[in-house]
């Protein structure tokens, strides 16, 4: 079983940069993509932005130029820049990894991490 932790959500004004960790155990399981979803008060839960395990990305159309993923497969880790956050990206943001076993598709999230754009 996977267990994602994430790391890095805080309070900033808009125009302002963070940056949201996520940690993926154990540390030598192959999880085939992680990606992040967030999700506002009273909306749904949204992509983020995704990176499979050969480095490829896709990001949702609000993020695209201003977030950026990448991933350390040997430490099994993610991380996402976010730049030029603006109100809207207030938000939990999670963690998902995603993979495959046996033909079976399976799924774990993080708890949550809070972000909030606010001056």
């Known amino acids: 079983q996977v267990q994602l932790m994430e790391s890095g959500g805080g309070s900033v004004q808009p125009g302002g940069s963070l940056r949201l960790s996520c940690v993926a155990s154990?540390?030598?399981?192959?999880?085939?993509?992680m990606g992040w979803y967030r999700q506002a008060p009273d909306k749904q839960r949204e992509l983020v932005a995704t990176?499979?395990?050969?480095?490829?990305?896709n990001y949702g159309d609000s993020v695209k130029g201003r977030f950026i993923i990448s991933r350390d497969n040997a430490k099994n880790t993610m991380t996402l820049q976010m730049n030029s956050l603006e109100a809207e990206d207030t938000a939990v943001y999670y963690c998902?990894?995603?993979?495959?076993?046996?033909?079976?598709?399976?799924?774990?999230w993080g708890q949550g991490t809070q972000v909030i754009v606010s001056s």
């Open positions: 990176i499979n395990y050969d480095g490829s990305t």
């Open positions: 998902n990894g995603h993979w495959v076993s046996a033909n079976r598709p399976y799924d774990a």
């Open positions: 154990p540390r030598d399981f192959p999880v085939y993509r």
